[in-house]
């Protein structure tokens, strides 16, 4: 469970879209090139969340 984590293993969980700086938005409708942007801004707070760099200070 989670909960059983050290506090230091809980900062893993604060890497999300509202924290990240990337600019998402709402959409009125989803075409393919705004899925291909989501897809874009969705890679690029994986590849923030899972960098070694910031797992090392975690």
């Known amino acids: 469970m989670i ?3 050290p ?3 809980h900062r893993l969980l604060w890497c ?3 924290s990240s700086g990337l600019p998402f938005a709402p959409k009125e409708a989803f075409k393919k090139a705004d899925l ?3 897809q874009d801004l969705y890679t690029q707070l994986a590849n923030e969340c899972w960098s070694p760099k910031r797992l090392m200070e975690v």
């Open 36 to 38: 291909d942007e989501r």
């Open 7 to 9: 506090i230091s293993s």
């Open 3 to 5: 909960f059983d984590l």
């Open 16 to 18: 999300d879209r509202q």
